[in-house]
């Protein structure tokens, strides 16, 4: 999607290992999101950040956690990975203008094994 | 906690044919969005409502918005093939968090 990329797309790792999910942003946004998507469930959020050094957690955060250093990046690391955080995961970014919404990345598909 | 509920969550339906989605939500909120997503694919924006009796229309949908009964409905009228997809609603309750619906698969047959 136009100013927001994830990587990687796709990824397999094996349980125990730790794992870095990253977003990036070109349009200078404030506020970055990660959401993870099980059938069944939606969309979950599991952090966010409403600025460099600024986060907090989402619903479902247990095993996860994020670091913003820079405002165009937002990382997400699952500290040791789980199958059950085998899923798909989004980053979004907001403007602090809520008229134009949230604007979702391409998604990373995360199979722990 | 807020809580935002879809229903149904599987419609499948001819062309030409209307319906409804709708979309409830526990706590008040006057922020609410509808997304679209393609299987495999991001999610698409479709509208945005951020206030009591909103409506918008784009091609063959409409989304409306009910802050005092906390409802919104995405109305498909005249369904295509096209329209197939999950549509997702999602509820901002000014927190700066986004709580999702579960979602509706929608699928259009000849």
């Known amino acids: 999607d136009a100013g927001i990329t994830q990587s990687p797309r796709h990824k397999v790792t094996e349980t125990g290992t730790p794992v870095t999910l990253r977003c990036h942003q070109t349009?200078?946004?404030?506020?970055m999101y990660w959401y993870r998507q099980d059938p069944g469930h939606g969309l979950r959020l599991i952090h966010y950040?409403?600025?460099?050094?600024?986060?907090d957690k989402g619903e479902v955060s247990d095993g996860y956690s994020v670091s913003r250093s820079k405002t165009e990046d937002f990382l997400l690391t699952l500290e040791s990975a789980t199958s059950s955080q085998t899923s798909v995961y989004f980053c979004a970014i907001r403007s602090g203008d809520r008229t134009y919404g949230y604007t979702f990345g391409s998604g990373t598909r995360l199979t722990v094994v | 906690e807020l809580k935002v509920e879809q229903n149904p969550l599987f419609l499948s339906m001819q062309e030409g044919k209307n319906y409804t989605i709708y979309c409830n939500y526990s706590?008040?909120?006057?922020?609410l969005y509808w997304y679209r997503q393609d299987p495999g694919k991001s999610l698409e924006s479709l509208f945005v409502l951020l206030s009591n009796g909103a409506v918008k229309q784009e091609g063959r949908l409409m989304a409306s918005l009910d802050t005092k009964a906390r409802l919104s409905t995405l109305h498909i009228t005249a369904a295509v093939h096209d329209l197939s997809a999950t549509y997702f609603c999602a509820v901002d309750r000014g927190t700066d968090k986004l709580i999702f619906g579960t979602g509706t698969r929608l699928q259009v047959f000849p």
């Open positions: 349009e200078n946004h404030r506020y």
């Open positions: 706590t008040t909120s006057d922020r």
């Open positions: 950040s409403y600025g460099v050094k600024d986060t």
